[in-house]
């Protein structure tokens, strides 16, 4: 009688386990498809806001290098998705927010005597920011291995 018990409360802690153990891991992989998606997303938008600022330093329009410094859509992106990607370490998290950040609608307004140089210099330094940022979601949603050294990797293909 006393070994029925042992072993039914045995079986019972290894079924809770293995339970506890089946949710640990579907949360940890819905975790990681809302990452991937985040990454997807705002990979797409940084890809975009790179490609716009290089057909404002292309054009020799000063009026473009103003509005293309900006993406309210990048920015919208980033509010919504930032939390899933929690997952990828401080550093990487602030060099994706400081991308971000670069092109946001209210940072670094411009004013009224900047010449044109100074502007495609501003852009220059903010397309930078894009690709190390877009380097590091591209690798979240390539699964590829995180490198940890703390060396960003470049997108040869953004380099033109």
Do not use: N
Not at 43 to 64: C, F, N, T, V
Not at 120 to 134: P, Y
């Amino acid at each position: 009688m006393v070994q029925a018990i042992v072993v039914g409360v045995v079986v019972g802690g290894l079924a809770a386990l293995g339970l506890r153990w089946r949710d640990a891991r579907a949360e940890a992989r819905g975790a990681r498809c809302r990452e991937r998606l985040a990454a997807i997303v705002l990979y797409e938008e940084m890809r975009a806001a790179i490609e716009a600022i290089d057909i404002a330093l292309r054009d020799d329009g000063s009026k473009w290098l103003v509005s293309m410094a900006r993406s309210t859509t990048l920015t919208e992106a980033w509010r919504e998705h930032a939390e899933a990607l929690q997952g990828l370490g401080v550093e990487r998290w602030y060099v994706v927010s400081d991308a971000v950040s670069a092109v946001a609608p209210g940072f670094g307004i411009v004013p009224a005597g900047t010449q044109a140089e100074d502007l495609r210099r501003s852009l220059v330094v903010r397309r930078e920011l894009l690709v190390e940022g877009a380097d590091i979601l591209l690798g979240v949603r390539e699964h590829r291995p995180r490198d940890w050294s703390g060396q960003p990797r470049r997108i040869r293909s953004m380099l033109v």
